[in-house]
């Protein structure tokens, strides 16, 4: 399974022990900054004696390395090391980029020149200058001083998420920072070294709070995961054949700045709104099928009379996925207009296409650019004030595609309780076979709307909320990584309540019995069938909810199968 949301302290796969993160090759063959175990010797630095690179317990990882250029870093990219462990590479040329604008950074702290949180420090207190001989020193309070974050903490795949992010970032140029500190970073990650970062204290106005959680381990304070077990910074290091880094000037307000949090869970919760939306759009299908849809509102000819953002892609998807059954032909819809749930599903699924593209462009810079201030102009030899840091756009982008996921919630539910309507399904009351002595689904539409609730609640934008900060010097923030924590809990949520819809709507396939369902539909409801026997009489079905999001939404055979159905389409 690929979610957002897998994955606790010590619960997923471990790779071996890497170190650097230099001197290695794609698997194209290509030279790249790869990392390489402190260790040296075969079987314990991750390696085989064929080179072939291997997981903790001996099994070969599921994905190559990822290159890491700062330029070209994806979704796609950032789950394969979150969530599949992939090791982490540095593109040929990163670490030149970076020695070439730690040479300013190093001139300009030889000659003094007053410049934010290098040489004078950092909030309210720019004005103040610092005295030469404290500037390392000053590197390391930064770190110390603001590792403030409270909570639980965040699961592995996230941390990893957002220290992939950081690394990246740095990798793009401008932070000044010391070459070494990004290899460390890189070395966190390939030896499966994962900082505790509790899961609250970032305003949007970098993650500075929840950063410094993995600068403390990087300069061997803190405490961080390692083969399952929660340490001391230094000893998971020490374990890891890791030793702890000593900032220099700037090092140390880098591993803080900038919002990899907020990139980094912001890209695991768009690629799981990516594979939502798509079960979203199967779910609905085989409900058009148990209600006897009427698809004519899918037709192109109509869409195209108001191209509305994203409607007739889900359009095309929906007819895939229907395609093959009976209602590929409208004139077998038993009636001449349906529910606006059921009429309009393209309209709101197509604004929920269009508000993760929104979002996925909103994303990229901050996955594949510099989020530092101050940043290095290394052409130059400046180091200029910056607003980078500032991610207004991405923490829209985020509320954008909350209140896309509520519309989606909304109508999954409606769809649900009018299948329980005789009155309006055709079919029995709440789909009990023995009609109204018995309850049928009627309770689940209850569970069902305890679940939306939980989805409007957190629909509620984050990026309007009044803030201000540092004496009002920092008189605005964005809480970007916020709306990202919140997107992952609203998926959950939504993956729960396409299961009712999906247990209710095979029902509805059972009492309806079309001659011939659509691939889409025939694909889930005999995954749900294999599962879960129809509801005759009266049962719990809280565990036959669970059974069809874990064993059916959440199957990768499912999932690609259906996924392949939807690709088709576009």
């Avoid at 639980?152 to 140029?173: E, F, H, M, Y």
């Avoid at 961080?224 to 910074?233: K, R, S």
């Avoid at 059954?325 to 296409?353: F, I, K, M």
């Avoid at 994303?363 to 650019?369: H, I, V, Y």
């Amino acid at each position: 399974m690929t979610s957002g949301l897998s994955g606790g302290w010590g619960a997923d796969e471990g790779t071996a022990s890497d170190g650097s993160g230099v001197d290695g090759r794609t698997p194209h063959g290509d030279s790249v900054a790869e990392a390489r175990s402190p260790h040296g010797d075969p079987g314990v630095d991750g390696q085989t004696a064929s080179g072939d690179s291997v997981v903790a317990d001996g099994r070969t990882p599921s994905h190559g390395p990822v290159v890491v250029d700062g330029r070209s870093l994806s979704c796609d990219d950032v789950v394969a090391v979150a969530h599949h462990g992939a090791q982490v590479a540095l593109a040929p040329d990163v670490l030149a980029r970076l020695a070439r604008d730690r040479a300013v950074v190093d001139d300009v702290v030889d000659r003094q020149v007053p410049t934010y949180g290098l040489t004078t420090g950092l909030g309210s207190r720019s004005s103040y200058a610092l005295p030469r001989d404290e500037l390392a020193a000053f590197s390391v309070r930064t770190v110390r001083g603001r590792a403030n974050a409270v909570g639980d903490p965040l699961p592995v795949p996230v941390v990893r998420a957002a220290v992939l992010a950081r690394v990246n970032g740095i990798a793009s140029g401008g932070s000044g920072v010391r070459p070494e500190i990004l290899s460390r970073l890189v070395a966190l990650l390939n030896s499966r070294v994962h900082p505790v970062v509790p899961e609250v204290g970032s305003i949007g106005a970098s993650d500075l709070c929840q950063m410094a959680h993995v600068g403390l381990v990087v300069i061997g304070e803190g405490r961080a995961e390692f083969g399952g077990e929660v340490l001391d910074g230094a000893t998971a290091l020490r374990r890891a054949g890791l030793t702890p880094a000593e900032l220099g000037p700037k090092d140390g307000h880098v591993l803080c700045s900038a919002s990899p949090l907020a990139a980094g869970q912001g890209a695991l919760a768009l690629h799981e709104a990516g594979a939502v939306l798509m079960l979203a759009q199967s779910v609905t299908a085989l409900t058009f099928e148990g209600f006897r849809a009427n698809t004519s509102p899918l037709d192109a000819r109509v869409l195209d009379l108001r191209p509305a953002p994203g409607q007739s892609r889900a359009a095309r998807e929906l007819l895939a996925l229907l395609d093959g059954g009976e209602l590929g032909d409208p004139r077998h819809a038993r009636r001449v207009q349906d529910p606006v749930s059921l009429r309009c599903a393209a309209q709101v699924h197509g604004a929920l296409h269009a508000a993760l593209d929104f979002a996925t462009a909103a994303l990229e810079p901050e996955l594949n650019g510099c989020g530092d201030n101050p940043v290095v102009l290394a052409d130059t030899g400046e180091i200029v004030s910056s607003g980078n840091f500032h991610t207004p756009a991405l923490a829209l982008a985020f509320d954008t595609l909350a209140l896309a996921l509520t519309q989606t919630a909304a109508i999954s539910a409606e769809r649900m309780r009018r299948l329980l309507n005789p009155a309006v399904s055709g079919l029995s009351a709440n789909l009990s076979p023995y009609g109204p002595e018995r309850s049928g689904f009627a309770p689940l539409a209850k569970t069902a709307q305890a679940l939306v609730a939980e989805i409007r609640m957190m629909s509620a934008p984050v990026c309007t909320d009044p803030r201000h900060g540092a004496d009002a010097v920092e008189d605005d923030s964005t809480n970007a990584a916020l709306g990202a924590r919140r997107l992952t809990t609203m998926l959950v949520r939504l993956r729960q309540l396409l299961a009712v819809e999906a247990l209710v709507a095979a029902q509805a396939v059972d009492l309806a019995a079309p001659s011939a369902l659509g691939r889409g539909p025939a694909l889930l409801h005999r995954a749900i069938r294999e599962l879960v026997p129809p509801l005759d009489d009266d049962r719990p079905c809280g565990a036959d909810v669970e059974r069809v999001r874990c064993d059916v939404l959440e199957s990768d055979d499912v999932q690609n199968a259906l996924r392949a159905i939807v690709e088709g389409a576009s």
